[in-house]
Structures are given as structure tokens and as C-alpha cells.
């Protein structure tokens, strides 16, 4: 979406407006790579086709969006500066791939809108097509737990000498480059603890960043993030932040999603976003995740409703969750984008 410079901060809330109040976000990202192909047995994992095969993270991406997706979450999760560095490339060069992680996601909703457009036969305006079909690009920042790449995202368990400031060195770069590099908004995604929370608030204020940011914590007991720490605190401290225009859950199992809504809604006015896993175990050691421990799209899409009607605003998938969960999601929500090409609407 284009918006002039002061506008940049009401980004959501003006796609709230176009979208009747409610937004679908795609699903995993990883996952679909996976299913063309793609080997993410790696410390970068889906960063990893940012250098080898970035036409997959496009054609993921085009996947989701004639799904139903309006928001596409960029392949820069585990994607940092540091674990560039470790493959042997320049400071420069990873902020080129952190950049172009960005551009992906803008060109293949640019193709798309491209692709709307000739379904209609210039029975809408191109220009206009953006607003009637409204799509957001959020830049993925994930914790440092994702760098690490020992699945401590899902403990949040950092060791005692991990401070705010080491954090802050870690992640400033990476949430500059993200910053600047055109995507709509910054999405903090699978916060695991209170700690990393805190670093990313002071990076937002300290370093000015002019683009809103949601965060998104983890959580596998339904009441605290997965280090332990209140959940409710946590959103709390989100709220806090005036970057922060949307608070959430993701890469959690369905079950727990209806209760921290309701704790989300104790501490903050802002839009919830909630994205979860598909309810399956993630192995660390095995760094895989456990099959036959999920829920079918069936079960998944059953909770959406309830969790649209107790206010969660945008809704989507993380892990193990794909375009035809988005699908769905898009159906259960009521959500039929205005502008589809015609075969896409008749589900083909």
C-alpha cells in the first residue's frame, strides 16, 4: 500500500477500514517450502532460500495471497546480519538479502494485483485495484532464539547473562535495514519472554523508526510466554508502545488462543492479531516438528469464528499450517476479497 510519509503509523488501522474491520494473515511460511522442495535442514532455515532459491519464498508467497491472505510476512525471520556473517558473506550482503527478503514479498503482490487486473478486463480502474484488494507486507523480525537455531524461541531460556543491551546490539541492525527497506509494517513475531519484549521497545523509541510494528508472543501453557513470564505482562508492555499497533499470539496451539485473547483484551485497546501453529510439538533436538500431534484444517478453521467474535481482528497461520488452511480461514471468517481472479473464487 502507498501512504505519504506522515501516514505511515496508521498504516493498519487504515486497512482495518478497507477490509470491514478484519484481515486475513498467511500461513507457514516454511512449511510450503518444504512441500516444493526446499531443504531447510539449517541455521538460516526458510532465510536459507533468500541465497539459494528466492523464486520458492515468491511463488509461497503468490500462494497465500490467491488463498485469501492481505497480509504476507517476509522470509527474514531466521534471516539476521550475524547468521550471514557465519556463512561467509559481508555485513553489505546481508543486508542486501535482508532487503530483498522485502522486495519478494512486494513483487509477488505487485504480480498479483497484475494478475487481478487482467481477470477483470479493464472493468476496474488498475490504480484502483490496491483499494478494493488491499494487501500489507510485514518484514519478519524473529528473537534471538531464532538465530541461535536450538528451538530456545519455544523456552525463551537465553541463560542468565543475556541483558536488554545484548539484545539490543543483536537485533538494531536488522530492524534498521527492515525499517527502511519499503515493507508496511514490522512484525516482532514469536516473542518468547519479557527480556527480548523490552529490547525491541527501546530499539523502536531509540532509534526513531518510522513504520508500526505488531508483536506477537509464544505461549504453551495458555497463561504465560514460553520462558515463564505473564503473558498479560508482556502484552501490557507491548501496549506501552506507541510503534506497537497490534498485539498477538503466534506459534501457539489453538486451544490456548480463546484465553489469551481474553488476557490481551485486559491490558490493550489495539487490534489482536493471532496467527497459531497447527497445534503440533516442535522437537529441538530433532529440530522437527512431531507429527500426528496437530489438528486438522477442519479443527483449526472450527475455533476462527468464536475467536473473530471475542475480538481478534486479524487472524491466520504460523508452523505447519498452509494455503489451504488460509483458505479456510478466509471462508470462515466471511472474508471474500473483492477482487480475485474468477477461477480462484470457484476454489480451483
Same mark, same amino acid.
Given at each position: %500500500?502507498?501512504?505519504?510519509? +506522515?501516514?505511515?503509523?496508521?498504516?493498519? @488501522?487504515?486497512?482495518?477500514?478497507?477490509?470491514?474491520?478484519?484481515?486475513?494473515?498467511?500461513?507457514?511460511?516454511? &512449511?510450503?517450502?518444504?512441500?516444493?522442495?526446499?531443504?531447510?535442514?539449517?541455521?538460516?532455515?526458510? *532465510?536459507?532460500?533468500?541465497?539459494?532459491?528466492?523464486?520458492?519464498?515468491?511463488? !509461497?508467497?503468490?500462494?497465500?495471497? @490467491?488463498? +485469501?491472505?492481505?497480509?504476507?510476512?517476509?522470509?527474514?525471520?531466521?534471516?539476521?546480519?550475524?547468521?550471514?556473517?557465519?556463512?561467509?558473506?559481508?555485513? &553489505?550482503?546481508?543486508? /542486501?538479502?535482508?532487503?530483498?527478503?522485502?522486495? #519478494?514479498?512486494? $513483487?509477488?503482490?505487485?504480480?498479483?494485483?497484475?494478475?487481478?487486473?487482467?481477470?477483470?478486463?479493464?472493468?476496474?480502474?488498475?490504480?484502483?485495484?490496491?483499494?478494493?484488494?488491499?494487501?500489507? =507486507?510485514?518484514?519478519? =523480525?524473529?528473537?534471538? *532464539?531464532?538465530?541461535? /537455531?536450538? +528451538?530456545? $524461541?519455544?523456552?525463551?531460556?537465553?541463560?542468565?547473562?543475556?541483558?536488554?543491551?545484548?539484545?539490543?546490539?543483536?537485533?538494531?541492525?536488522?530492524?534498521? =535495514?527492515?525499517?527502511?527497506?519499503?515493507?508496511?509494517?514490522? /512484525?516482532? @513475531? &514469536? #516473542?518468547?519472554?519479557?527480556?527480548?519484549?523490552?529490547?525491541?521497545?527501546?530499539?523502536?523509541?531509540?532509534?526513531?523508526?518510522?513504520?508500526?510494528?505488531?508483536?506477537?508472543?509464544?505461549?504453551?501453557?495458555? !497463561?504465560?510466554?514460553?520462558?515463564?513470564?505473564?503473558?498479560? $505482562?508482556?502484552?501490557?508492555?507491548?501496549?506501552?508502545?506507541?510503534?506497537?499497533?497490534?498485539?498477538?499470539?503466534?506459534? &501457539?496451539?489453538?486451544?490456548? #488462543?480463546?484465553?489469551? #485473547?481474553?488476557?490481551?483484551?485486559? !491490558?490493550?485497546?489495539?487490534?489482536?492479531?493471532?496467527?497459531?501453529?497447527?497445534?503440533?510439538?516442535?522437537?529441538?533436538?530433532?529440530?522437527?516438528?512431531?507429527?500426528?500431534?496437530?489438528?486438522?484444517?477442519?479443527?483449526?478453521?472450527?475455533? =476462527?469464528?468464536?475467536?473473530? $467474535?471475542?475480538?481478534?481482528?486479524?487472524? *491466520?497461520?504460523?508452523?505447519?499450517?498452509?494455503?489451504?488452511?488460509?483458505?479456510?480461514?478466509?471462508?470462515? %471468517?466471511?472474508?471474500?476479497?473483492?477482487?480475485?481472479?474468477?477461477?480462484?473464487?470457484? +476454489?480451483?
Amino acid at each position: %500500500m502507498k501512504f505519504g510519509s +506522515g501516514e505511515r503509523m496508521k498504516v493498519l @488501522e487504515e486497512f482495518l477500514q478497507q477490509v470491514g474491520g478484519f484481515g486475513v494473515i498467511d500461513g507457514g511460511l516454511a &512449511t510450503q517450502l518444504e512441500s516444493h522442495g526446499a531443504d531447510l535442514n539449517d541455521p538460516l532455515w526458510s *532465510g536459507r532460500c533468500l541465497i539459494e532459491s528466492p523464486h520458492l519464498i515468491q511463488k !509461497v508467497h503468490q500462494e497465500y495471497l @490467491e488463498a +485469501g491472505a492481505e497480509i504476507i510476512i517476509t522470509a527474514s525471520y531466521q534471516a539476521t546480519i550475524q547468521g550471514f556473517e557465519s556463512r561467509g558473506l559481508s555485513i &553489505t550482503e546481508g543486508e /542486501a538479502l535482508l532487503r530483498r527478503s522485502v522486495e #519478494i514479498a512486494c $513483487e509477488a503482490r505487485d504480480q498479483f494485483w497484475k494478475k487481478c487486473a487482467e481477470s477483470l478486463n479493464g472493468s476496474v480502474d488498475d490504480a484502483q485495484i490496491p483499494k478494493v484488494r488491499p494487501i500489507l =507486507v510485514a518484514a519478519s =523480525v524473529g528473537s534471538y *532464539g531464532a538465530y541461535l /537455531a536450538d +528451538g530456545s $524461541e519455544y523456552s525463551g531460556d537465553y541463560g542468565p547473562g543475556m541483558t536488554v543491551h545484548t539484545l539490543k546490539d543483536f537485533h538494531r541492525g536488522r530492524v534498521q =535495514v527492515l525499517a527502511d527497506s519499503g515493507a508496511d509494517l514490522l /512484525a516482532f @513475531e &514469536t #516473542i518468547p519472554n519479557k527480556l527480548e519484549a523490552q529490547a525491541y521497545i527501546e530499539l523502536l523509541e531509540e532509534n526513531d523508526i518510522q513504520i508500526p510494528a505488531w508483536f506477537s508472543f509464544n505461549s504453551k501453557d495458555g !497463561v504465560n510466554v514460553v520462558s515463564g513470564d505473564s503473558f498479560t $505482562e508482556c502484552a501490557a508492555l507491548a501496549d506501552s508502545c506507541t510503534n506497537v499497533v497490534a498485539v498477538g499470539i503466534n506459534c &501457539t496451539p489453538p486451544r490456548f #488462543i480463546h484465553g489469551l #485473547i481474553l488476557s490481551i483484551q485486559k !491490558v490493550t485497546a489495539k487490534p489482536i492479531l493471532v496467527y497459531p501453529n497447527s497445534g503440533e510439538t516442535y522437537d529441538a533436538d530433532r529440530k522437527q516438528w512431531v507429527a500426528s500431534t496437530g489438528v486438522s484444517d477442519v479443527d483449526f478453521v472450527s475455533y =476462527v469464528q468464536k475467536w473473530q $467474535e471475542i475480538g481478534a481482528s486479524l487472524i *491466520g497461520g504460523c508452523c505447519r499450517t498452509t494455503p489451504n488452511t488460509i483458505k479456510a480461514i478466509s471462508r470462515a %471468517m466471511n472474508r471474500t476479497p473483492q477482487i480475485l481472479p474468477p477461477q480462484l473464487l470457484d +476454489g480451483q
